[in-house]
C-alpha cells in the first residue's frame, strides 16, 4: 500500500466495518436496511421494519459502535505518543499506570456498592489522572523529568494501584461479579451519553497529539537533539502524559481496563506510514476503531446467546503480538 493512500484505504474500511458492526448480532439486520432507516432520518418514508429492529440499531448497536471506534481510536493514539515519548517500541497507554489507577477508583465504587451510572466514570477517570501525576512527580530529577524514572514509577503505581484492586475484589462479597467484569473491559453498557462525553475527549486529545507531531519526530532522536532543534522537551512531556492520561481515563471509566490497542496499532500502522507522525497519528486512530469494532463483533457473536469482554479478545491477539515484539527487537530491548 502506498503511502498516501494508506488513510483513504483506512477511511473506506472503516465505513465497511461500522456498516459491519451494526448488522452483525445475536439478530442480523440487512446493511440496506440499516442505510433506510438512517435515511429515514433525513428523509421520513414509509417503513419496513420493526420497532424491535429500530431499538437494536439506534439504541444499541449505533452508539456501542461509536464508543468502540472512539476508544480504539483514543488508546491507538495515546500508544503512539508514549512510544514516542520513550523511545521504546514495547510502550503503550498503560504504561504509566493510569489504568490501574483508573481501575482502582471504578473497583472502589463498585465493592461499595455505590448506585448510579454516572459514578464508576467519575472515579475511574480521577484514579487515572492521579496515577499519572503521582508518577510524573516521582520522575522529576530537579527541574526536569527522567524517562527512566517515569518508566520505573509507571511500574511501581501500577503495582500498587493492582494489589488495592485485588484487595477490593477479596472483599467485594456480592459485588465480585460485577467488578470482575468491568475490570475486563467491554462495551456492553455503551450509551449516547457516554458517546457525548467520549467524543469531545478523543477529538481535542488526538487534535493535540496531531499538533505536536513534528515535536514526537524530533523527539525520535533523543531528548538533547530535540531540545537543540528547538523542542521544549519539559514542556512536551507534560502536555503528553496531561493527554494520554484524559484518553485513558475516559477509556477505562466507560469502558474497563480494554490492553493490547495502544500497543499493536502503531507498529502495524508504521510499516504503512514509516515513523512520521503527521501519517501515523491519523491513520492509528482509524486503524485503531477498526481494530477495536471487530474486536468487539467477535465477543458479542463467537458464543451464541453470551457475550465476552471485548478485553479478552483484545489480549488473545495482543499477547503473541507483543511476544513476537519482543523475540523480533530483543537486541535494540536488551
Not at 461499595?112 to 510524573?136: H, N
Not at 524514572?149 to 472483599?171: C, D, P, W
Request: positive net charge.
Amino acid at each position: 500500500m502506498k503511502r498516501n493512500a494508506t488513510l483513504p484505504v483506512l477511511a473506506a474500511a472503516l465505513l465497511v466495518t461500522v456498516v459491519m458492526s451494526i448488522a452483525i448480532g445475536q439478530v442480523w439486520i440487512a446493511p440496506q436496511k440499516i442505510a433506510a432507516m438512517l435515511l429515514n432520518l433525513v428523509v421520513p418514508t414509509n417503513h419496513t421494519w420493526s420497532e424491535a429492529e429500530a431499538i437494536i440499531i439506534f439504541q444499541i448497536r449505533l452508539p456501542r459502535t461509536f464508543m468502540a471506534l472512539l476508544v480504539g481510536a483514543g488508546l491507538a493514539v495515546a500508544g503512539v505518543a508514549m512510544q514516542a515519548l520513550f523511545k521504546n517500541p514495547l510502550a503503550d497507554p498503560y504504561v504509566l499506570g493510569a489504568s490501574s489507577g483508573a481501575g482502582f477508583g471504578a473497583a472502589l465504587i463498585i465493592s461499595l456498592g455505590v448506585v448510579g451510572a454516572i459514578y464508576i466514570p467519575v472515579a475511574a477517570f480521577a484514579g487515572a489522572v492521579i496515577a499519572t501525576f503521582t508518577v510524573y512527580a516521582l520522575s522529576m530529577i530537579g527541574p526536569r523529568s527522567s524517562v527512566t524514572l517515569l518508566l520505573l514509577s509507571g511500574i511501581a503505581i501500577g503495582t500498587f494501584f493492582s494489589a488495592l484492586i485485588s484487595y477490593l475484589m477479596f472483599v467485594a462479597g456480592q459485588n465480585l461479579t460485577a467488578l470482575v467484569f468491568w475490570l475486563m473491559g467491554g462495551l456492553w453498557a455503551s450509551t449516547w451519553q457516554y458517546v457525548e462525553i467520549t467524543f469531545p475527549v478523543i477529538l481535542v486529545a488526538t487534535i493535540i497529539l496531531y499538533a505536536y507531531a513534528r515535536d514526537l519526530n524530533l523527539m525520535l532522536s533523543g531528548e538533547e537533539s530535540a531540545q537543540h532543534l528547538g523542542v521544549s522537551v519539559e514542556s512536551l512531556k507534560k502536555i503528553l502524559l496531561v493527554t494520554v492520561s484524559f484518553i485513558v481515563g475516559v477509556a477505562v471509566a466507560f469502558c474497563g481496563i480494554i490492553g493490547f490497542v495502544g500497543l499493536i496499532v502503531p507498529h502495524v500502522v508504521r510499516t504503512f506510514t514509516g515513523p512520521d507522525h503527521r501519517a501515523l497519528i491519523p491513520a492509528s486512530a482509524l486503524f485503531g476503531g477498526i481494530l477495536l469494532i471487530w474486536a468487539d463483533i467477535v465477543a458479542r457473536s463467537a458464543i451464541p446467546g453470551e457475550e465476552m469482554p471485548v478485553g479478552i479478545i483484545t489480549a488473545l491477539l495482543g499477547a503473541p503480538f507483543f511476544m513476537y515484539l519482543v523475540r523480533s527487537r530483543r537486541k535494540n530491548i536488551f
